[in-house]
């Protein structure tokens, strides 16, 4: 890191929030229990997990990835069991997470919790405040742009 990370507290909460993410998948259990994914799988998966029933379409536009990228994706998470694709409204697909995925998902939450829980001890109240800014942060990061938008990203 270059500067003063007080200089510019947006880029710390990037730095370490790239960070963290890293340092949690290093500790992220692995086993015959957990169904491992590529990062594009993860991403897939989120949106999954948080928006069942979306058509491929939505999963690439929630994620910012290309839908070649999606339906690759989809099609390797559907080979490990973890997704389900169904016919949508039309002739549309809806996407669904499967048992296996909903399993693997609270094994691998349970286990972040104690990782970090361990980290953070009696930290519940300040934990649910970060969980509060970085939803609102991921919520803004992945809401369409709007047209004519050009901050600087300091509002």
Do not use: F
């Amino acid at each position: 890191m270059t500067g003063d990370p007080e200089a510019d507290p947006y880029a710390e909460l990037a730095d370490l929030i790239l960070n963290v993410g890293r340092l949690i998948r290093v500790r992220t259990p692995s086993g015959p229990e957990v169904v491992p994914l590529t990062p594009t799988e993860r991403q897939v998966m989120r949106i999954v997990d948080l928006h069942p029933g979306s058509a491929p379409s939505e999963i690439a536009q929630r994620t910012h990835l290309q839908r070649t990228n999606v339906s690759t994706a989809l099609r390797t998470l559907q080979g490990k069991g973890m997704v389900i694709r169904e016919a949508g409204p039309g002739r549309g697909v809806a996407v669904h997470p499967t048992g296996r995925a909903v399993a693997n998902l609270a094994t691998l939450r349970s286990a972040w919790s104690r990782h970090l829980c361990d980290v953070l001890p009696g930290e519940r109240d300040a934990v649910e405040t970060c969980n509060r800014l970085l939803g609102r942060l991921e919520a803004g990061l992945t809401a369409p742009p709007t047209a004519g938008a050009q901050g600087d990203g300091h509002t």
